[in-house]
């Protein structure tokens, strides 16, 4: 028997460039603080912690979750690459709906380094090796970041099959800066011409520098629990999860051989499709969405690999300005990864902390009117796919 | 007491309680907090008589009487488990068991009954198994258990009419020794005890005054600390009375190792009877790895064997006897007369022997045996021995075989350090074979010439040792040969010689010789192993010695003065020569199984070679020691020598070196056997460890046991496949060690002044060249550094080089070598590089197929991208100074023939404008192949050359013309030869766009409409 579970506090740091950011556990700290007191409970009510860093030696979970108190509960650390911050959200979420817990916390951080993504363990074979072996085969290697390549090569693939523009990739940016400029949690609040995103140094063919997210250092946090834990807390008509799925590779990342599959475009498409089973709700009820927009050219996969558009019609949607305020379903509202930057434990939980905001209605200037099903998409090469969805009665 | 040890809730059971020890046992439990099970049968000391429970009751009062818990039990100890159950029933568990319980019965063992022997056994040794059996799935359950055996001296030492009490008190320590290592990890402890104490069972052996003294107080004390929950003891045992208490252990004397490879008779046992039985070197096994271990390391490392006169095992343990002496110019010149220089005092080519002043005064190569044998003559003479032969041996040794080996040409005189060694010796059966190694060095610590005496030892064998090789080496020809000299020996000959060191009489006295069984003396046998050299040096070598490298010999036969000897030789290849001699008097082969080999070019001393290399610029140093690939060079050399190796070990090995890491095979498995670098598909035996300790492994400085047990060497596959690598130990080291020579000798005299060195240089592109082409390209472009800011360490392998590129300390630096924390490593192989930075071959295609590895930041691995920018033409300078420098004379037309290769392709002509001008062609015979392009403007801007066309389509006629235009709706950037390939059908325009090599700006919906490219050239 599932029980539901409900996201009765969240919480995030605003995110900060590498460098420049506080030590790891004190970001944690200030999220895991935040989420708690937007519970409104206190820290020794909670069971059990799920933490979520990708950079880090073992049990930094640890050391993070003790500034909040030292109450010798079970932690658990959660490592996913990108998605890693849903994923901590998925086991805390499986604790509570499976009966073993009544109120948990997923917390997820990063204190990441400056420049794009790369291998921190040079002596083994990558875990992306069967990933990048797709990439070399297809389009080679160049000196550009290889997640740029991975990325702006699916981009390449879906423009020539398609026939897309390279500015429809750019109106992605724009657009995620036009939200960013109402949030005071996004870095990159300015908003940017289209030109001057086009403009913008060339990192791969068809992406441009500002159509990249950059690596940024933050938190974010959610309580969750049960039911009958929120009532004897006094929580009423609090966020629940309507379904959650989380996706690996399928074959079809590997052969036939596709940058648009390779970078886990049918993780997303079967995610997706099991949290609309779950939930009975269709991509058309979606009002809000915080999807993973590493680069704009994952935002514009994601459109159709959630549904959000057919197949072929990102570049329509796009246009049509169907993902944002006045459209059909508004995309990012946060300004994404574009405009917050990517810290990898944390982003998971920043998209949760946004989508709570909106259903409570309390996301000030960039409130989507009248938000009640908000969905959540955190994708990591390597891969893993976590989809969520949010209501509030 | 404040902090006494206590047994607080510890539920102990004491058999045989009711008395003695086992009374003094149970009352210090009691006092001390303990529940205890008092244990007695009431019987008596001989286990006969009425049961009684008064004696387990009595003890079971006083124990409470002091305020403590106590049970008794009257049951015999054959009924174990209901004593347990008495302690359960009482206390509910068990912690603590004392097997104390006991009786005797002494009688001589020739009056014993096996009712005396059973009777024994049952109560000592099935008693203490039945409680503790009983106790002990209890103990393990709960992780704690303490039990004590009680063993006795009878049983460790023996004891008169004691021969049933002894065998079975000993076996407790048996049983003992096994549950302490089955209970360790339950933490259930078992130690033994061989007390001394007045007790029912030694009042019928010890005087009453002794008995007083024994009291079993002074017992107890070891019994309760023993089960106390603070001792971490087990496996124990412990002598323990009247106030003593000692621990014993096992003491094994060094003993002494047979060889496993012959058979062993009891004569050989009786023979090393002392040295079996030698307990002033000894080792204390404390469980059966360490009692193994000896037998072990003696199959491991197995002896060679001997006899009387020759032990090898000695020979190999034992470091190379040193000796020293020197010659000079006076030496050199009288071993010349000595044989048979001077014969025409006019012939420059006889006195270059003889007059030290002449212009080329060179010495007889053969010479360089003098020394050595004058060392190892000497040795004997004092009284020394050689470590594995007996110095008793002078009258059955015959000098059998010589080789000789000269690293350089002798210089006029010398101070020599000679190491000598007997490497190993043949048993033929009744007689033997051994082999003497000389190493000679000079002065500078420089090896100037190496001998190996073969002696046949008659009479000495029959250890059942190698047998050695059989097979004939040097074996001449079938055809005639190609040279032949003669030459007559004088009839004074060996008077002559011998003034060179060998004072044997039988060489000089005729009566001497007569006892010999000689008609008169006889000429020394390396009297004509000199005349047999200079023969070789006289039909080869133009009468120049300097290229004489070694001569190898059999004395087959006796010569004498006198005697004419004929030289046949035959050229088996421009560096060696066979030959044999005959005596042409008697027509008798007196020397045979012979070969000379020469040197190619003249060799340097090393000291000489060094300084060269280092003048000489940018190339990488040559260590003088052996390296991986010498010693696998060697190996190589020594399976080709002997291919019956391959058939019989039948083995692969794979060897992983590291540090720096490199892969190397030997297969001994399929014919015709190799040792190489590289990896074999699925080896037998995989071994893994540091370059430096495989080194030391083959050199015989560190044993491959020792780093095996300390982990430093790591076997995968089949473990017991590896001990086949023995024959490595067997090995000739001079193999390995001409491999060092030649390596050496070939790399750091690259650039010799000495015009024969010359040709070696290689004309090729090397590593070097690229190195200092960017040291040019840095010096022209120093902002390049800020930019980088990277340093840079390439690892090169095959031959292993090292270079580091600093981009990061201005003003930046090229240099041989390694750096300490350099930001990115690339290791490649040598021509990988050399491809890579050629173009032949794509960095990413490396990397991707692990043939570039990159370690550190891989990100800044990407900087080297200014390699692809850098002008060649640098790399080709400093190639051609390289060659200029080195060998002036091959220089100009070596670098001109390798300068079209290396250049940069004149211009590219390409062949766009060819291509649009077929197309132009194409649209105006056949518009309809513009398609679904109608109406687009294109432009193709073309590079590697760079052009420019326009395509503009929007009109009544196609227009393609070159410039470019404003209104293009794409734009398509494409290279030249991808173009050509795209039109060729040679590439597919959606694979040349992913891969970025087709670029498309604007509408790329244009691209799937250029079909009519296709097939225009």
Not at chain 2, 617 to 623: F, G, I, V
């Given at each position: 028997?599932?029980?539901?579970?409900?996201?009765?506090?969240?919480?995030?740091?605003?995110?900060?460039?590498p460098?420049?950011?506080?030590?790891?556990?004190?970001?944690?700290?200030?999220?895991?603080?935040?989420?708690?007191?937007?519970?409104?409970?206190?820290?020794?009510a909670?069971?059990?912690?799920?933490?979520?860093?990708?950079?880090?030696?073992?049990?930094?979970?640890?050391?993070?979750?003790?500034?909040?108190?030292?109450?010798g509960?079970?932690?658990?650390?959660?490592?996913n690459?990108c998605?890693?911050?849903?994923?901590?959200?998925?086991?805390?979420?499986?604790?509570?709906?499976?009966?073993?817990?009544?109120?948990?916390?997923?917390?997820?951080f990063?204190?990441?380094?400056?420049?794009?993504?790369?291998?921190?363990?040079?002596?083994?074979?990558?875990?992306?090796?069967?990933?990048?072996?797709v990439?070399?085969?297809?389009?080679?290697?160049?000196?550009?970041?290889?997640?740029?390549?991975?990325?702006?090569?699916?981009?390449?693939?879906?423009?020539?099959?398609?026939?897309?523009?390279?500015?429809?990739?750019?109106?992605?940016?724009?657009k995620?800066?036009?939200?960013?400029?109402?949030?005071?949690?996004?870095?990159?609040?300015?908003?940017?011409?289209?030109?001057?995103?086009?403009a913008?140094?060339?990192?791969?063919?068809?992406?441009?520098r500002?159509?990249?997210?950059?690596?940024?250092?933050?938190?974010?946090?959610?309580?969750?629990c049960?039911?009958?834990?929120?009532?004897?807390?006094?929580?009423?008509?609090?966020?629940?999860?309507?379904?959650?799925?989380m996706?690996?590779?399928?074959?079809?990342?590997?052969?036939?051989?596709?940058?648009?599959?390779?970078?886990?475009?049918?993780?997303?498409?079967?995610?997706?499709?099991?949290?609309?089973?779950?939930?009975?709700?269709?991509?058309?009820?979606?009002?809000v969405?915080?999807?993973?927009?590493?680069?704009?050219?994952?935002?514009?996969?994601?459109?159709?690999?959630?549904?959000?558009?057919?197949?072929?019609?990102?570049?329509?949607?796009?246009?049509?300005?169907?993902?944002?305020?006045?459209?059909?379903?508004?995309?990012?509202?946060?300004?994404?990864?574009?405009?917050k930057?990517?810290?990898?434990?944390?982003?998971?939980?920043a998209?949760?902390?946004?989508?709570?905001?909106?259903?409570?209605?309390?996301?000030?200037?960039?409130?989507?009117?009248?938000?009640?099903?908000?969905?959540?998409?955190?994708l990591?090469?390597?891969?893993?796919?976590?989809?969520?969805?949010?209501?509030?009665? | 007491m404040?902090?006494?040890?206590?047994?607080?809730?510890?539920?102990?059971?004491?058999t045989?309680?009711?008395?003695?020890?086992?009374?003094?046992?149970?009352?210090?439990?009691?006092?001390?907090?303990?529940?205890?099970?008092?244990?007695?049968?009431?019987?008596?000391r001989?286990?006969?008589?009425?049961?009684?429970?008064?004696?387990?009751?009595?003890?079971?009062?006083?124990i409470k009487?002091?305020?403590?818990?106590a049970?008794?039990?009257?049951?015999?100890?054959?009924?174990?488990?209901?004593?347990?159950?008495?302690a359960?029933?009482?206390?509910?568990?068990?912690?603590?068991?004392i097997?104390?319980?006991?009786?005797?019965?002494d009688?001589?063992?020739?009056?014993?009954?096996?009712?005396?022997?059973?009777?024994?056994?049952?109560?000592?040794?099935?008693g203490?198994?039945?409680?503790?059996?009983?106790?002990?799935?209890?103990?393990?359950?709960?992780?704690?258990?303490?039990?004590?055996?009680?063993?006795s001296?009878?049983?460790?030492?023996?004891?008169f009419?004691q021969?049933?009490?002894?065998?079975?008190?000993?076996?407790?320590?048996g049983?003992?020794?096994t549950?302490?290592?089955?209970?360790?990890?339950?933490?259930?402890?078992?130690?033994?005890?061989?007390?001394?104490?007045?007790?029912?069972?030694?009042?019928?052996?010890?005087?009453?005054?002794?008995l007083?003294?024994?009291?079993?107080?002074?017992?107890?004390?070891?019994?309760?600390w023993?089960?106390?929950?603070?001792?971490?003891?087990?496996?124990?045992?412990?002598?323990?009375?009247?106030?003593?208490?000692?621990?014993?252990?096992?003491?094994?004397?060094?003993?002494?190792?047979?060889?496993v490879?012959?058979e062993?008779?009891?004569?050989?046992?009786?023979?090393?009877?002392?040295?079996?039985?030698?307990?002033?070197?000894?080792?204390?096994?404390?469980?059966?790895?360490?009692?193994?271990?000896?037998?072990?390391?003696?199959?491991?490392?197995?002896?060679?064997?001997?006899?009387?006169?020759?032990?090898?095992?000695?020979?190999k343990?034992?470091?190379?006897?040193?000796?020293?002496?020197?010659?000079?110019?006076?030496d050199?010149?009288?071993?010349?007369?000595?044989?048979?220089?001077?014969?025409?005092?006019l012939?420059?080519?006889?006195?270059?022997?003889?007059?030290?002043?002449?212009?080329?005064?060179?010495?007889?190569?053969?010479?360089g045996v003098?020394?050595?044998?004058?060392?190892?003559?000497?040795?004997?003479?004092?009284?020394?021995?050689?470590?594995?032969?007996?110095?008793?041996?002078?009258?059955?040794?015959?000098?059998?075989?010589?080789?000789?080996?000269?690293?350089?040409?002798?210089?006029?005189?010398?101070?020599?350090?000679?190491?000598?060694?007997?490497?190993?010796?043949?048993?033929?059966?009744?007689?033997?074979?051994?082999?003497?190694?000389?190493?000679?060095?000079?002065?500078?610590?420089?090896?100037?010439?190496?001998?190996?005496i073969?002696?046949?030892?008659?009479?000495?064998?029959?250890?059942?040792?190698?047998?050695?090789?059989?097979?004939?080496?040097?074996?001449?020809?079938?055809?005639?040969?190609?040279?032949?000299?003669?030459e007559?020996?004088?009839?004074?000959?060996?008077?002559?010689?011998?003034?060179?060191?060998?004072?044997?009489?039988?060489?000089?006295?005729?009566?001497?010789?007569k006892?010999?069984?000689f008609?008169?003396?006889?000429?020394?046998?390396?009297?004509?192993?000199?005349?047999?050299?200079?023969?070789?040096?006289?039909?080869?070598?133009?009468?120049?010695?300097?290229?004489?490298?070694?001569?190898?010999?059999?004395?087959?036969?006796?010569?004498?003065?006198?005697?004419?000897?004929?030289?046949?030789?035959?050229?088996?290849?421009?560096?060696?020569?066979?030959?044999?001699t005959?005596?042409?008097?008697?027509?008798?082969?007196?020397?045979?199984?012979?070969?000379?080999?020469?040197?190619?070019?003249?060799?340097?001393?090393?000291?000489?070679?060094?300084?060269?290399?280092?003048?000489?610029?940018?190339?990488?140093?040559?260590?003088?020691?052996?390296?991986?690939?010498?010693?696998?060079?060697?190996?190589?050399?020594?399976?080709?020598?002997?291919?019956?190796?391959?058939?019989?070990?039948?083995?692969t090995?794979?060897?992983?070196?590291?540090?720096?890491?490199?892969?190397?095979?030997?297969?001994?498995?399929?014919?015709?056997?190799?040792?190489?670098?590289?990896?074999?598909?699925?080896?037998?035996?995989?071994?893994?460890?540091?370059q430096?300790?495989f080194?030391?492994?083959?050199?015989?400085?560190?044993?491959?046991?020792?780093?095996?047990?300390?982990?430093?060497?790591?076997?995968?596959?089949?473990?017991?496949?590896?001990?086949?690598?023995?024959?490595?130990?067997?090995?000739?080291?001079?193999?390995?060690?001409?491999?060092?020579?030649?390596?050496?000798?070939?790399?750091g005299?690259?650039?010799?002044?000495?015009?024969?060195?010359?040709?070696?240089?290689?004309?090729?592109?090397?590593?070097?060249?690229?190195?200092?082409?960017?040291?040019?390209?840095?010096?022209?472009?120093?902002a390049?550094?800020?930019?980088?800011?990277?340093?840079?360490?390439?690892?090169?392998?095959?031959?292993?080089?090292?270079?580091?590129?600093?981009?990061?300390?201005?003003?930046?630096?090229?240099?041989?070598?390694?750096?300490?924390?350099?930001?990115?490593?690339?290791?490649?192989?040598d021509?990988?590089?050399?491809?890579?930075?050629?173009?032949?071959a794509?960095?990413?295609?490396?990397?991707m197929?692990?043939?570039?590895?990159?370690?550190?930041?891989?990100?800044?691995?990407?900087?080297?991208?200014?390699?692809?920018?850098?002008d060649?033409?640098?790399?080709e300078?400093?190639?051609?100074?390289?060659?200029?420098?080195?060998?002036?004379?091959?220089?100009?037309?070596?670098?001109?023939?390798?300068?079209?290769?290396?250049?940069?392709?004149?211009?590219?002509?390409?062949?766009?404008?060819?291509?649009?001008?077929?197309?132009?062609?194409?649209?105006?015979?056949?518009?309809?192949?513009?398609n679904?392009?109608?109406?687009?403007?294109?432009?193709?801007?073309?590079?590697?050359?760079?052009?420019?066309?326009?395509?503009?389509?929007?009109?009544?006629?196609?227009?393609?013309?070159?410039?470019?235009?404003?209104n293009?709706?794409a734009?398509?950037?494409?290279?030249?030869?991808?173009?050509v390939a795209?039109?060729?059908?040679?590439?597919?325009?959606?694979?040349?766009?992913?891969?970025?090599?087709?670029?498309?700006?604007?509408?790329?919906?244009?691209?799937?409409?250029?079909?009519?490219?296709?097939?225009?050239?």
């Amino acid at each position: 028997m599932k029980r539901r579970v409900n996201v009765i506090g969240v919480g995030m740091t605003k995110f900060a460039k590498p460098g420049s950011s506080p030590e790891y556990f004190e970001m944690a700290k200030e999220a895991g603080q935040k989420a708690l007191a937007d519970a409104g409970i206190p820290y020794e009510a909670v069971e059990q912690a799920y933490t979520g860093y990708v950079y880090g030696d073992s049990t930094c979970g640890q050391r993070s979750v003790y500034e909040l108190g030292l109450t010798g509960i079970p932690v658990f650390n959660v490592n996913n690459n990108c998605s890693t911050g849903s994923t901590a959200l998925y086991l805390a979420r499986q604790a509570i709906e499976g009966g073993l817990a009544e109120c948990v916390l997923a917390l997820g951080f990063e204190k990441m380094a400056k420049g794009a993504l790369g291998a921190k363990y040079d002596d083994r074979e990558q875990p992306m090796g069967k990933h990048a072996q797709v990439m070399v085969d297809l389009q080679g290697f160049t000196q550009a970041p290889p997640a740029a390549q991975m990325f702006g090569g699916a981009g390449r693939e879906y423009r020539f099959l398609h026939g897309t523009k390279k500015e429809t990739f750019g109106k992605i940016s724009e657009k995620a800066r036009v939200h960013a400029s109402n949030n005071p949690y996004a870095l990159f609040g300015q908003r940017l011409s289209l030109d001057e995103i086009m403009a913008s140094e060339e990192v791969f063919d068809p992406l441009t520098r500002f159509q990249c997210c950059p690596p940024t250092c933050g938190a974010g946090a959610a309580i969750l629990c049960s039911d009958e834990f929120a009532k004897k807390h006094n929580i009423s008509n609090p966020v629940y999860i309507a379904g959650q799925s989380m996706t690996t590779d399928y074959g079809s990342s590997f052969a036939p051989q596709s940058m648009i599959k390779m970078v886990g475009y049918d993780m997303t498409v079967q995610a997706a499709k099991q949290v609309y089973e779950q939930s009975g709700i269709g991509p058309d009820d979606v009002d809000v969405v915080e999807l993973h927009d590493c680069f704009t050219a994952s935002e514009l996969l994601t459109y159709e690999g959630l549904g959000l558009c057919p197949e072929g019609g990102a570049e329509k949607f796009i246009w049509d300005a169907d993902n944002t305020y006045g459209g059909k379903v508004v995309t990012n509202p946060s300004g994404g990864l574009l405009s917050k930057g990517h810290p990898l434990g944390a982003t998971g939980l920043a998209q949760c902390t946004e989508l709570v905001w909106q259903l409570r209605g309390t996301a000030d200037k960039r409130q989507v009117a009248g938000a009640r099903v908000a969905l959540q998409h955190n994708l990591g090469l390597g891969g893993a796919c976590v989809v969520t969805m949010y209501r509030r009665d | 007491m404040a902090d006494q040890l206590r047994f607080d809730d510890k539920v102990v059971i004491v058999t045989g309680a009711g008395n003695g020890l086992g009374r003094s046992h149970a009352l210090m439990f009691g006092a001390r907090g303990a529940k205890v099970v008092v244990n007695d049968l009431g019987g008596g000391r001989h286990g006969d008589g009425s049961k009684s429970s008064a004696a387990a009751d009595k003890v079971v009062e006083e124990i409470k009487a002091l305020g403590g818990q106590a049970a008794a039990n009257y049951d015999s100890v054959e009924d174990g488990d209901k004593i347990v159950q008495t302690a359960m029933d009482a206390f509910g568990t068990v912690d603590v068991v004392i097997n104390n319980a006991g009786i005797l019965r002494d009688v001589s063992f020739h009056k014993m009954t096996v009712e005396d022997w059973n009777l024994i056994y049952r109560v000592h040794l099935n008693g203490s198994f039945r409680v503790t059996h009983a106790a002990w799935p209890i103990m393990r359950e709960k992780g704690y258990g303490r039990i004590i055996m009680t063993t006795s001296a009878a049983g460790i030492y023996g004891n008169f009419g004691q021969a049933n009490y002894s065998a079975a008190k000993l076996a407790l320590v048996g049983l003992a020794s096994t549950l302490s290592l089955e209970g360790a990890a339950k933490n259930v402890l078992v130690n033994t005890i061989a007390p001394l104490a007045a007790s029912r069972l030694t009042e019928t052996v010890l005087p009453p005054e002794l008995l007083e003294k024994l009291n079993p107080a002074y017992v107890s004390p070891l019994v309760g600390w023993l089960c106390h929950q603070d001792s971490r003891e087990t496996g124990g045992l412990f002598e323990v009375g009247a106030g003593m208490v000692n621990k014993l252990r096992w003491e094994r004397t060094v003993g002494h190792g047979y060889s496993v490879k012959s058979e062993l008779q009891i004569e050989d046992v009786a023979s090393k009877w002392d040295e079996i039985c030698d307990f002033s070197k000894t080792t204390h096994p404390a469980n059966i790895a360490e009692s193994m271990a000896g037998a072990m390391d003696n199959i491991n490392n197995p002896k060679l064997g001997g006899n009387k006169w020759i032990d090898l095992d000695e020979a190999k343990a034992a470091k190379p006897i040193v000796a020293e002496n020197s010659y000079d110019q006076r030496d050199l010149s009288l071993y010349a007369l000595g044989v048979g220089v001077g014969a025409d005092p006019l012939a420059p080519q006889e006195l270059q022997y003889v007059y030290e002043l002449g212009e080329n005064y060179h010495a007889v190569p053969t010479y360089g045996v003098m020394p050595a044998l004058n060392a190892f003559m000497k040795l004997q003479v004092d009284g020394g021995k050689l470590p594995g032969l007996s110095s008793d041996l002078l009258d059955r040794v015959l000098h059998g075989e010589q080789y000789t080996e000269i690293k350089r040409p002798l210089p006029p005189q010398a101070k020599l350090r000679h190491e000598i060694k007997l490497r190993t010796a043949y048993d033929k059966g009744k007689d033997a074979v051994g082999i003497i190694d000389v190493h000679t060095f000079d002065e500078s610590g420089e090896e100037l010439a190496y001998n190996e005496i073969t002696t046949f030892l008659r009479g000495c064998g029959g250890w059942g040792g190698d047998r050695g090789p059989s097979a004939d080496v040097n074996v001449p020809p079938a055809r005639e040969p190609d040279a032949v000299i003669e030459e007559k020996i004088g009839e004074s000959q060996a008077l002559l010689y011998r003034l060179s060191g060998d004072w044997n009489p039988l060489h000089i006295d005729p009566e001497f010789a007569k006892n010999f069984g000689f008609d008169r003396p006889i000429l020394h046998g390396l009297c004509t192993f000199g005349y047999v050299g200079r023969h070789i040096i006289k039909q080869f070598l133009g009468n120049d010695p300097r290229r004489f490298k070694s001569i190898k010999v059999r004395f087959a036969k006796s010569v004498y003065p006198g005697d004419t000897l004929v030289t046949r030789m035959w050229k088996e290849s421009d560096l060696r020569i066979v030959f044999e001699t005959r005596v042409k008097e008697r027509d008798e082969v007196v020397i045979k199984n012979a070969a000379v080999e020469l040197y190619e070019t003249i060799p340097l001393a090393k000291a000489k070679v060094k300084a060269v290399a280092a003048a000489s610029t940018a190339t990488s140093a040559q260590p003088a020691g052996p390296i991986p690939e010498d010693i696998f060079k060697g190996i190589g050399k020594a399976i080709a020598q002997a291919p019956g190796m391959v058939g019989k070990i039948a083995t692969t090995f794979a060897f992983k070196l590291s540090a720096p890491d490199s892969s190397w095979v030997i297969d001994l498995k399929n014919a015709p056997g190799a040792a190489r670098a590289g990896d074999i598909d699925k080896p037998d035996v995989t071994l893994s460890l540091s370059q430096a300790d495989f080194i030391d492994m083959c050199t015989g400085k560190a044993d491959p046991q020792k780093l095996f047990m300390g982990g430093k060497l790591k076997i995968g596959g089949n473990l017991m496949a590896s001990q086949k690598l023995e024959f490595l130990k067997t090995m000739d080291p001079k193999l390995v060690m001409d491999a060092v020579a030649e390596r050496v000798g070939a790399g750091g005299g690259a650039s010799a002044a000495s015009a024969a060195a010359a040709p070696q240089q290689s004309q090729e592109l090397i590593a070097a060249d690229i190195f200092n082409g960017i040291a040019k390209a840095l010096a022209a472009q120093p902002a390049m550094v800020a930019k980088a800011a990277t340093v840079f360490q390439f690892v090169l392998k095959d031959p292993d080089s090292a270079w580091t590129l600093d981009l990061k300390n201005a003003p930046g630096s090229v240099k041989p070598g390694s750096v300490d924390k350099p930001d990115v490593t690339l290791t490649l192989s040598d021509a990988d590089f050399l491809d890579m930075c050629t173009g032949k071959a794509d960095p990413q295609k490396l990397f991707m197929g692990g043939k570039l590895k990159i370690g550190g930041n891989l990100m800044a691995s990407q900087k080297l991208e200014f390699l692809k920018t850098m002008d060649r033409k640098l790399v080709e300078q400093a190639q051609a100074e390289r060659l200029g420098s080195g060998a002036p004379a091959a220089s100009a037309s070596s670098v001109a023939s390798s300068k079209p290769a290396a250049a940069e392709a004149p211009a590219k002509s390409g062949r766009a404008a060819e291509i649009f001008a077929a197309l132009s062609k194409k649209f105006g015979s056949d518009a309809k192949s513009i398609n679904g392009a109608a109406g687009a403007v294109m432009v193709f801007e073309v590079s590697e050359p760079k052009q420019s066309f326009v395509l503009d389509l929007s009109g009544p006629q196609p227009k393609i013309e070159s410039g470019k235009s404003a209104n293009a709706a794409a734009v398509f950037g494409i290279a030249d030869e991808d173009l050509v390939a795209l039109v060729k059908g040679e590439a597919e325009l959606r694979d040349l766009y992913q891969r970025g090599r087709l670029r498309v700006d604007g509408d790329i919906r244009l691209a799937h409409q250029l079909g009519f490219l296709q097939k225009l050239i």
